[in-house]
């Protein structure tokens, strides 16, 4: 790829993400989990496939707030480039991203909540009652790698692109 359209495409990737995270959307359907998986599948250098959902959702935290999650969250982003990498399927990485995502987010919710009692059955019920949100996490994060795999392999196939 050439590099100014890999600077571009990575600008472009941080700035949509960002943008997205603050319109307004239904709970847990964003964009975070796919670019993780596009990155991780399509950048070839290391940092940027890591720091580009990192960057972008620094960027977002920076207008919404920023939050006790971030410390979870941002690593599970992190090893969601890393599944990216290693499966290099974007079923796989979008099935194992998000459960994984699920399963940490909400260990955290269940850990720092008052809502939930710190006893196997509080955790049963923190994880039950997040089963709604698990379903927009992994509707949103097959749909949204989707497009960005197609919309990034149409781009590419372009005359612009083959010009630039």
Same mark, same amino acid.
Not at 19 to 46: D, E, M, Q, W
Not at 125 to 135: G, H, I, Q, R
Not at 141 to 154: A, D, K, M, P
């Given at each position: 790829?050439n590099?100014? %359209?890999?600077?571009?495409?990575?600008?472009?990737?941080?700035l949509g993400l960002?943008?997205?995270r603050?319109?307004?959307h239904?709970?847990?359907?964003?964009p975070?989990?796919?670019?993780?998986?596009?990155a991780?599948i399509? !950048?070839?250098?290391?940092?940027?496939?890591?720091?580009?959902?990192?960057i972008?959702? !620094?960027?977002?935290d920076?207008?919404?707030?920023?939050?006790?999650?971030?410390?979870?969250? /941002?690593?599970?982003l992190? $090893?969601?480039?890393?599944?990216?990498r290693?499966f290099?399927?974007?079923?796989s990485?979008?099935?194992?991203?998000?459960?994984?995502?699920? %399963?940490?987010?909400?260990?955290q919710?269940? %850990?720092?909540?008052a809502?939930?009692?710190? @006893?196997?059955?509080?955790?049963?019920?923190c /994880?039950? $009652?997040a089963?709604?949100f698990?379903?927009?996490?992994l509707?949103s994060?097959? $749909?949204?790698s989707y497009c960005?795999?197609?919309g990034?392999?149409?781009?590419?196939s @372009?005359?612009?692109y083959?010009?630039v």
């Amino acid at each position: 790829m050439n590099k100014e %359209i890999h600077k571009l495409v990575i600008v472009a990737v941080i700035l949509g993400l960002a943008f997205f995270r603050l319109i307004p959307h239904p709970p847990n359907f964003t964009p975070v989990l796919a670019i993780s998986i596009f990155a991780g599948i399509k !950048f070839k250098n290391n940092l940027f496939s890591y720091l580009v959902p990192i960057i972008a959702m !620094f960027l977002s935290d920076a207008f919404i707030g920023f939050h006790s999650g971030m410390y979870v969250i /941002y690593p599970t982003l992190i $090893l969601t480039v890393l599944i990216a990498r290693n499966f290099n399927s974007i079923n796989s990485a979008a099935l194992f991203s998000s459960i994984l995502f699920f %399963i940490v987010t909400n260990f955290q919710v269940w %850990i720092m909540s008052a809502s939930y009692s710190n @006893t196997l059955s509080g955790m049963i019920e923190c /994880y039950t $009652l997040a089963l709604p949100f698990f379903s927009m996490t992994l509707l949103s994060t097959f $749909l949204f790698s989707y497009c960005l795999f197609y919309g990034f392999s149409f781009f590419s196939s @372009t005359s612009l692109y083959q010009k630039v």
